[in-house]
């Protein structure tokens, strides 16, 4: 009694620091944005690294690690609703994806229009994921059972339809929509139409050329900058838009965190445009991968399935007796992944300028991956598309780093186990610290 | 005078913010069979939980005296090993194993490598002849029914070498024959010297079985009683120690709420329980509720209640339902499923807010939606500001004490938990609501404004039917009461006419089958 009563009388270091962290919320300033800032400080490692300093940060590796990552991106989003349903996963995606890919470029191997052979690839996409969420969602087949058998036997479909053979496809309008070669780009149109503009676009223009560098003022595609430019308006009004809307309501959110925030966020974005522009302007894929992630941001923030599948995630039979059809939720979320591998297939074919059966070995786990470290919960109920996003780059500058430096093949994938480890296993503690 | 076996002294347990127990002394004598009583939640299964060492030494203050030694449990086995083995309410057996594995389970026979799976079986068959149980102990427990697994579990108790032998509700789930076999089987332990607890609401069996009866209330021991000699001790004289509390201004008064037409009213409703479809849990109840009115169901628990509101509530509980249900006087079919219950303009406000009320992941403002996002969107697209709207204006009106409505569920305090619930179903904008046990854990100035939220609602001309097992409640709050027993009503009161004593004589008389 007395023991606890002294200390109570002096408080040591250890209650300042408390006291601290509480005032400040630092403790839920790291718990909120840890994946962000491992993002920040494995790319400023992999950015000092003596011999390669500065080599992850040219043009040609950011376009890449979009390129490269783009299944990543589309797959976790489905993922993403399916881990919010109560920590389902579906293994079968990296098949799906093979499975519509091999039918897609065997059609338009033997002449099929290309957009044809499209949407059959996401019909496909579509069935298979209604299929498998059929057995999952009615007949209550648990999901890693129906995905695993889905796994083998689209795998095995996909060898079918391949006879064990690669495709390749030569249809330029494809693999310029789709895919990520060098025809993929949005053209400049600007400099291409407008003469004046173009002409500033020379080494002897001393203002320009110290702000784009002279490896790239020749190439730098203005159009490029000018949508980033757009995009970083069209998010300060939103962001603004939303602040204003909430002082109104008196929802008490700190409003210089917010702006300091919007900030950062604009500032990223220019750097992110500037660094297109000078290599070869907008990807097409970051297209795809920016409509995906933005439909599914306003699906799971604003419409009432969203709203339904973290609730399901969060308490099923509080949902059910909320008068929740809870089964229609996992259907739609099985079948939703599939409509994404749909398109993850078109995006893997284009890039891999053709098919081969083992395509897609693996994607399952990348997605999984991308979601678990970005945040969501093993047990469902909480995670966001952002987090998902700053997963699945994560995952991406720690493989293109690797590369850049060197490191060997087979150990890069003990350090993506490592990371993932350490991820879920800060979730697993923080929630263990609010009981 | 017989050796003391056990003795609890002073013993004091409190939870954040409940004591739930207060300075109990408890004595058992060796051999004898000592009966707790007391209403839920009065501190019973705490008692039994300090003494067997769920709550381990250190979370409690006071002694423990067991065979002229204190004793210090850090864990149940630490108990067990003594010879005090607890038999919980709940059945704790594994429906996929055989008899023989259950009754050894984390208890196992033979080497450290290898399990002995001759002698576990053979000496499972000893102890179920002890108990009288002519089933092969190579039976698997989901093939026997719930009264032999009762005697299985006493089984395993044996098994563990049980001198003191702690029966928490041994017959709540048994029919009438089974629960006689069970209570003369404990008589004859008690010949061969065995000591016993029993806690149990049914006082006939008390009365019939035990020598010694401690009442428990509110968290301490109130009075010990002898029915050691010819004739047993009446029932009424055990109810007076439980209930005997005295009423106070606990529940506010509704005054000039208006009594209008039969909202609600179901005939004949019978449900039959999801997993063993032979038994009824309703058995051909008929009620009625009017517009205005609050409507009392009380009755112990495992009564049936809960299942008759989520049976009326879209189904969500039970198969086989049969029964009539009109609404407003007109006859109505509500098809499986929450949801058209809802179109009905029926809530149910779960007793379990926890699992099966709140998404406790989500926050205040997306629960309070939960059950009615239609009213705040447009074409399946929430208007964020609308409901923010909607989740401050229950805010006020129910007084949630929170920073903001963006606060997670999970982070508030139980009474405003609760809150939150009612606040979810009122946005439902229900006609008829089915509160279970809307003030169950939550302290007493919370439950005063539950009750206010319950005359607001009565006073708009809603139905309400209020089930609760605290007698107190039901007496103080309702209209009309009805009074529930083993799946049945047997009996119906006006609150005028009710009383703590005659409801539970009605509940006692039918328990015994007359």
């Not at chain 1, 995606?93 to 044809?116: D, K, P």
């Not at chain 2, 209403?39 to 067997?52: D, F, H, I, R, Y």
Request: hydrophobic share 45%.
């Amino acid at each position: 009694m007395t023991m606890s009563e002294n200390v109570k009388k002096a408080p040591g270091f250890r209650e300042n620091l408390t006291e601290f962290m509480q005032k400040y919320k630092v403790g839920s300033f790291f718990q909120k944005y840890t994946m962000l800032i491992a993002l920040v400080v494995v790319t400023i490692v992999f950015a000092c690294w003596k011999g390669k300093e500065g080599l992850i940060l040219m043009p040609p590796n950011i376009t890449g690690l979009i390129a490269e990552n783009a299944y990543v991106f589309v797959l976790a989003t489905g993922m993403l609703l399916c881990i919010l349903t109560g920590g389902n996963i579906d293994l079968s995606v990296g098949s799906v994806v093979c499975f519509s890919g091999a039918v897609g470029c065997t059609l338009m191997a033997s002449g099929t229009n290309v957009w044809i052979a499209v949407l059959i690839m996401l019909a496909i996409g579509l069935c298979i994921g209604t299929f498998q969420g059929f057995w999952i969602a009615k007949l209550k087949v648990p999901a890693f059972i129906a995905t695993l058998a889905g796994m083998y036997a689209f795998r095995g479909f996909t060898n079918v339809v391949m006879n064990g053979l690669r495709v390749d496809i030569t249809n330029e309008t494809f693999l310029n929509i789709f895919g990520s070669g060098k025809g993929s780009y949005i053209p400049d149109i600007i400099r291409n139409t407008n003469e004046g503009i173009n002409s500033w676009f020379t080494k002897d223009n001393a203002t320009l050329l110290k702000l784009i560098g002279e490896n790239y003022i020749t190439k730098f595609n203005v159009t490029c900058m000018l949508i980033g430019l757009i995009a970083v308006a069209a998010f300060i009004l939103l962001k603004t838009r939303k602040i204003l809307v909430q002082k109104r309501l008196g929802i008490s959110q700190s409003i210089p965190g917010q702006i300091v925030s919007m900030v950062l966020i604009s500032a990223v974005m220019l750097w992110f445009f500037f660094k297109l522009a000078c290599y070869r302007g907008l990807p097409m894929v970051l297209i795809w991968i920016g409509l995906i992630l933005g439909i599914y941001q306003y699906v799971t923030t604003k419409t009432a399935m969203g709203r339904h599948l973290y609730a399901v995630g969060g308490n099923e039979k509080a949902t059910a007796l909320s008068g929740v059809k809870t089964r229609n939720v996992y259907w739609f979320a099985y079948a939703n992944i599939g409509l994404l591998a749909g398109l993850a297939g078109i995006l893997t074919t284009a890039r891999g300028k053709g098919i081969d059966p083992t395509y897609g070995e693996g994607y399952e786990m990348d997605a999984i991956a991308a979601c678990f470290i970005g945040g969501a919960s093993a047990y469902g109920g909480t995670g966001k598309v952002s987090g998902m996003i700053i997963g699945a780059l994560l995952m991406g500058v720690i493989n293109k780093g690797m590369i850049i430096i060197g490191v060997d093949a087979n150990f890069q994938k003990v350090v993506k186990g490592i990371v993932l480890l350490l991820a879920v296993m800060f979730d697993v503690l923080s929630k263990r610290q609010k009981r | 005078m017989a050796k003391i076996l056990l003795e609890m002294r002073n013993i004091t347990k409190t939870f954040p913010g409940v004591k739930a127990l207060d300075n109990v002394n408890f004595q058992v004598e060796e051999g004898e069979i000592h009966a707790l009583v007391g209403e839920n939640g009065a501190g019973k299964s705490t008692l039994m939980n300090v003494l067997s060492g769920i709550y381990p030494y250190g979370t409690y203050e006071g002694d423990i005296v067991y065979n002229g030694n204190v004793c210090k449990f850090n864990t149940i086995k630490d108990s067990e090993k003594l010879g005090i083995v607890i038999i919980h309410q709940e059945l704790a057996l594994v429906p996929e194993m055989t008899i023989g594995e259950n009754m050894y389970l984390g208890n196992e026979r033979g080497h450290k490598f290898a399990i002995d799976w001759n002698k576990t079986y053979s000496e499972a068959d000893k102890y179920l002849k002890m108990v009288g149980l002519s089933e092969s102990s190579k039976t698997l427990v989901k093939d026997i029914g719930t009264g032999k697994q009762q005697l299985v579990e006493i089984a395993k108790a044996l098994a563990k070498q049980a001198k003191l032998l702690i029966l928490d509700e041994p017959t709540s789930s048994l029919n009438e024959e089974d629960s006689r076999a069970l209570l003369d089987l404990m008589l004859s332990f008690k010949k061969q010297g065995m000591t016993m607890i029993i806690i149990s609401h049914k006082l006939n069996e008390v009365s019939y079985v035990a020598d010694t009866i401690t009442v428990v209330r509110d968290g301490a021991t109130i009075e010990t009683i002898d029915n050691s000699g010819q004739e047993p001790v009446s029932e009424e004289r055990i109810i007076k120690g439980m209930v005997g509390r005295e009423m106070t201004n606990r529940f506010p008064k509704r005054e000039n709420v208006p009594i209008g037409d039969k909202m609600l009213e179901v005939t004949d409703w019978t449900v039959h329980h999801p997993l063993y479809p032979e038994r009824k849990v309703v058995d051909g109840v008929s009620m009625y509720v009017r517009k205005g009115e609050v409507v009392g169901i009380y009755g112990l628990m495992g009564a049936g209640r809960t299942e008759l509101a989520m049976s009326i509530f879209g189904q969500t509980y039970g198969t086989n339902i049969s029964g009539s249900m009109k609404i407003d006087g007109k006859p109505v079919k509500i098809r499986k499923g929450a949801d058209d219950a809802i179109r009905h303009k029926i809530a149910y406000v779960t007793e379990d807010r926890k699992g099966n009320g709140l998404v406790l992941s989500q926050s205040i403002k997306v629960n309070t939606s939960l059950a009615h996002l239609d009213a705040i969107s447009s074409h399946t697209v929430i208007d964020g500001d609308k409901e923010y709207a909607v989740a401050e204006e229950y805010r006020d009106k129910l007084k949630i004490k929170t920073p903001t409505v963006e606060q997670l569920v999970g982070n508030l305090s139980g009474g405003n938990q609760q809150k939150v619930l009612l606040a979810k179903w009122m946005f439902a904008e229900p006609d008829i609501m089915l509160l279970d046990e809307p003030t169950r854990g939550i302290d007493v100035g919370a439950k005063y404004e539950i009750y206010c939220i319950i005359n607001d609602l009565a006073a708009a001309g809603k139905c309400v039917v209020m089930i609760s097992s605290e007698l107190p409640e039901v007496l103080g709050m309702s209209d009309r009461i009805y009074i529930m027993n083993e799946g049945k009503f047997v009996g119906e009161m006006k609150a005028e006419d009710a009383t703590q004593e005659n409801i539970m004589a009605l509940i006692l008389k039918s328990g015994r089958g007359e």
